[in-house]
């Protein structure tokens, strides 16, 4: 009997290292280490890559070029996301002496992220399995939050221990809402799977709430321990929340004469304008008052672009792809040449025409946002194509937004790069600082932003949406003014002072989301857009075409009078 026992001994040795080797596998074991966190991730990146900025200066094609930059500004959304919740860090800094990840999200990063994940399936960066299973795990943690009549609160942690507990704030903003809307409304409308999820949220989504009835505004938010909104209100057209409108009037929850209480600028009877404005009295028959259409007047200094953008045909022959996934060959074959460095004579410079003293060149007319941030005048561009829709007042006033930002900064200031908006403070090397930054002249108060010659690129990618060669020659200019500083690990650091030559070394999820996105619409020729107003909300038939029948007048011109030719208008009108 021993003896036999000691033979079955090494079989029972096998089978037991074998049981062990196996269940190491199942990812049970003892042994294995955990998967690196995302600060583990982001403290071994390295903070500069210059070999890689050469590359994109070698690569010629433009759509090559966008093609990389968003490879690169996807690891942000790949890589910095909580396991758990597909939680995406508000923000990172990546300095010399630390690294630092914000522990906490917004709604308006988890609705942008959806979008991005969205974006990355549409490139081919990820497979549809992957971005499903993504969008399933931040659909169920959405619903794990506390929430205020349906909407959210604006922060809540991101990390693992803390994201089945309460929010960071007990504040719910607006705009922040319409923004994870957006990303809603996307994704219901790209998985059937995730539909009835997406269409639940949506419906419960109370953006009424917000809205003051006696003045037909928005209120900005709501202090949910006070029980009772702010005082003041979204006046402004011109500015990102106008998203809110969008979406709340085609969803029903406020009227469409919401659209014609926004001022254009601020009323003339004021103190503080930033400059008086011009315009005219328009009659509105929804609202059964008159209006003040408004607008404020800029002086250039440079010669203007007699070439507008004429929506997607001038879209299209920038960004035409024959097959997407041959081009991602080509960009990968790009990638594995070795740099070479560019001479001066190589080098992309932006320069402008600048007009003569005796030379008598009109002032742009133009409708100013808050601050004179082309954030403000540009980011619903991301999903609503209101140079299309609004071809006689949005598309005409982005174009005169965009070419102010050029004009101030390379004719005017000298700078060598354009495009200002509210981003991180590049003399703040070593700890993470947001304020906001704007054209002066292009503001509509005289207390907002300053510009102290800070720029910043996610303004550039949006202003693709508008002028995609300028837009273009403009990044290529900040990847050959800062080769040693300018791009780490997840693409275009979030801020550059042309004054100083310091460069913010962070990276925000709202910027990066923005830039993302921008690039992805180039690269699909506008699926995003096309794909949010595929929605019952937004496509035919809907309150959203009324809008655009109602909204598309001239802010510059006056409105043609309602006639017996027009009564289809008239018909419109009345049904508000």
């Known amino acids: 009997m021993i003896v036999k026992r000691m033979r079955n001994l090494p079989t029972f040795c096998h089978l037991f290292f074998l049981s062990t080797f196996l269940f190491s596998l199942s990812g049970t074991s003892y042994g294995k280490s955990a998967p690196m966190t995302s600060q583990e991730i982001a403290s071994k990146w390295p903070r500069h890559n210059p070999a890689r900025v050469q590359k994109l200066l070698q690569t010629k094609k433009p759509l090559h070029l966008l093609r990389m930059l968003a490879e690169d500004t996807w690891v942000y959304f790949d890589k910095m996301v909580d396991p758990d919740t597909n939680f995406v860090f508000d923000n990172i800094l990546i300095s010399s002496q630390k690294t630092l990840l914000a522990d906490y999200t917004s709604i308006t990063n988890i609705g942008l992220h959806m979008a991005c994940i969205i974006g990355a399936e549409k490139i081919h960066l990820v497979s549809h399995k992957k971005a499903l299973r993504l969008l399933n795990k931040t659909l169920e943690a959405l619903g794990r939050l506390k929430r205020w009549n349906g909407l959210w609160f604006n922060y809540y942690k991101v990390t693992k221990d803390e994201h089945d507990k309460t929010q960071t704030s007990t504040y719910v903003s607006s705009v922040d809402n319409s923004w994870l809307a957006a990303g809603l409304i996307l994704v219901r409308n790209t998985y059937p799977s995730l539909e009835k999820i997406c269409t639940t949220y949506l419906e419960k989504m109370d953006f009424s709430s917000l809205y003051d009835k006696s003045m037909n505004l928005f209120h900005p938010g709501i202090d949910t321990r006070k029980d009772h909104a702010q005082n003041n209100h979204y006046g402004l057209l011109n500015s990102e929340a106008r998203m809110i409108s969008y979406i709340a009037c085609a969803k029903g929850d406020v009227p469409l004469k919401h659209m014609f209480s926004l001022n254009r600028t601020l009323p003339k009877e004021w103190s503080w304008p930033a400059q008086r404005p011009k315009g005219f009295l328009a009659s509105n028959h929804a609202t059964q008052k008159t209006y003040f259409q408004g607008h404020y007047l800029y002086q250039p200094l440079a010669e203007q672009t007699s070439k507008e953008y004429r929506g997607y045909k001038k879209f299209n022959k920038f960004s035409m792809i024959r097959s997407l996934k041959k081009d991602i060959a080509k960009v990968k074959d790009l990638e594995k040449t070795s740099p070479t460095l560019l001479t001066k004579k190589q080098s992309i410079v932006n320069e402008v025409k600048t007009i003569s003293p005796d030379q008598k060149v009109s002032p742009i007319k133009f409708v100013p946002s808050w601050g004179g941030s082309l954030f403000e005048a540009l980011m619903p561009l991301l999903f609503v194509n209101e140079s299309k829709h609004f071809s006689k007042s949005w598309r005409i006033n982005h174009q005169r937004m965009v070419n102010i930002h050029i004009d101030y900064s390379l004719a005017d200031k000298k700078y060598p790069l354009w495009g200002m908006s509210p981003c991180s403070i590049p003399e703040s090397q070593n700890s993470y600082r947001y304020t906001e930054y704007g054209v002066p002249t292009a503001r509509s108060a005289e207390r907002p932003y300053n510009e102290d010659g800070v720029v910043t690129p996610h303004v550039t990618f949006l202003s693709m949406l508008v002028y995609p060669e300028k837009a273009v020659k403009n990044i290529r200019n900040y990847l050959y003014l800062y080769p040693e500083k300018v791009y780490g690990p997840c693409g275009l650091y979030d801020a550059v002072n ?59 011109k006056k409105p043609i009078e309602i006639t017996k030719k027009n009564k289809k208008k008239k018909s419109i009108l009345k049904k508000i």
């Open 498 to 556: 042309v004054k100083t030559d310091q460069v913010a070394p962070v990276y925000l999820a709202l910027d990066q989301a923005m830039t993302f996105l921008a690039l992805v619409d180039v690269l699909t020729q506008g699926k995003i857009r096309k794909i949010f107003e595929s929605d019952p909300w937004f496509g035919s038939h809907g309150k959203f075409e009324k809008m655009v029948d109602l909204c598309n007048e001239s802010f510059f």
